[in-house]
């Protein structure tokens, strides 16, 4: 019988090292299971020219460890991975084996970057990985925080548990992001609409009644050349630099974004922004505390899950806040202290973190935090968007009387001369 060597994590995440004996590999990794252990590398022990070697699973299977270019999942859309996210924690739920999960739910989606993914990651469970490691080789469509929750689940044998938070997670995630930006068509149509009027107006419009001044013989109000002016620049081509120059701001905005200071000095005059800087502060809360109230409620560390949040909290100053509170931890400080200091959330917050350290509930109280300004957000972004209609009306009303009025006026004054 052909022996096998392995290499595994045990329950506590600690490596194992051994050999064992099976007539296949498939026999191998199941005997290291029941062990227990969760296999990283199982391969046949034979005496040959370099070395042992991995004996494959199923065709297309790759065994870890194994040389060789390999596909890997690219990014994946977030409303595909909730609702894989979902499918998977009822199935493991019902008792289902991880593999076979995989390979059901593989065959549900339909093509793209999320059923390769999904076909890899069960290729890589198939070859003796746990579905962390086989998930954490693609990034680009699991990222950090999923990755590290399913250890999480593994390590606790609470996988369905887990994977049920992460999905709740997601679905939260992807509602708030929703609602901001539903609540955001109406105002940007309107905006849209009414500057493209208005460019109608001065560039097809306005030049009739150049022609028609050109032949009266009286002296122009400035208001009306101003407009005359203005209708010229725009016909000439002016259209372009007005089009150009948003967007040569915004690729600036983006070379600048590439660098963490950039990043930092964007994020930072975003938060300064009247009433939009408050929705994005806010917003940044919310999910820097539901992120962190969840890791820990799946039992990781509490260094290693602030060390995530930072990385997927989507502000370069809640980023940097996070990591002095990470190095203040490790100091033996605790988490409301350099939070207090950083000064980047109000001391409600700050006051409820402490009392959820105090009182060992501190992923229960992140988590009321999050709901709390998730509830926040979303008024803010309804009553600002309330706000914004009349304002919106006003301004539209005030551009479009401005052109009639800078039109008629040279008409006024002819009529009044013709009566004199």
């Known amino acids: 019988m052909p022996t096998y060597q392995y290499e595994a994590m045990n329950s506590v995440g600690q490596p194992v090292k051994n050999q064992i004996d099976a007539g296949t590999r498939e026999e ?60 998977m924690s009822t199935l ?26 999904i076909r890899v990651v069960a290729d890589d469970v198939e070859g003796g990985q746990t579905l962390s490691e086989a998930m954490a080789r693609h990034p680009k469509a699991f990222d950090r925080l999923y990755t590290n929750m399913v250890r999480a689940g593994e390590l606790g044998g609470v996988l369905d548990v887990i994977l049920q938070r992460l999905a709740d997670f997601m679905e939260k995630s992807q509602a708030l992001k929703r609602k901001v930006i539903g609540a955001m068509i109406y105002p940007s149509a309107v905006i849209t609409f009414a500057f493209a009027i208005v460019a109608l107006l001065l560039v097809f419009v306005v030049p009739k009644f150049q022609e028609i001044f050109s032949g009266m013989k009286v002296e122009l109000p400035s208001v009306t050349k101003t407009l005359l002016d ?17 967007i040569g701001l915004w690729m600036i905005l983006k070379l600048v974004g590439t660098s ?6 964007i994020d930072s005059v975003k938060l300064k922004i009247p009433i939009l800087g408050i929705i994005l502060s806010k917003t940044a809360i919310a999910r820097f505390s539901r992120t962190l109230g969840t890791l820990l409620a799946a039992g990781v560390p509490i260094l290693e899950a ?10 370069e100053v809640f980023c940097r806040a996070l990591k002095k509170v990470h190095d203040g931890i490790r100091e033996g400080d605790n988490f409301a202290e350099p939070l207090r200091q950083a000064r980047i959330v109000q001391p409600m917050v700050v006051n409820m973190i402490d009392v959820g350290e105090e009182t060992g509930d501190l992923d229960k109280m992140l988590t009321k935090i999050a709901d709390t300004y998730d509830d926040e957000v979303e008024t803010l972004v309804g009553s600002m968007t ?24 040279p008409m006024v004054t002819m009529i009044n001369a013709v009566q004199k």
């Open 260 to 265: 963490p200071a950039g990043r930092h000095a």
């Open 306 to 315: 602030i060390n995530i949040t930072a990385e997927t909290s989507g502000n």
């Open 28 to 87: 191998a990794v199941g005997k290291i299971r029941a062990l227990g252990y969760f296999p990283t590398q199982v391969v046949e022990k034979a005496i040959k020219k370099g070395g042992p070697k991995a004996i494959p699973g199923k065709a297309g299977a790759a065994a870890v460890g194994a040389a060789g270019p390999r596909r890997t999942a690219g990014a994946v859309s977030k409303k595909l991975l909730t609702q894989f996210t979902r499918q």
């Open 386 to 409: 309330s706000l914004m209609e009349p304002i919106m009306v006003i301004s539209l009303g005030v551009i479009v009387g401005f052109i009639v009025i800078a039109l008629f006026m």
């Open 92 to 117: 493991v739920d019902a008792g289902l084996p991880i593999l076979k999960s995989l390979r059901i739910l593989e065959q549900q989606q339909k093509p793209g970057m999320l059923r390769v993914g």
């Open 230 to 246: 203005f209708s010229a620049f725009l016909a000439g081509g002016g259209w372009m630099l007005l089009i150009g120059v948003p």
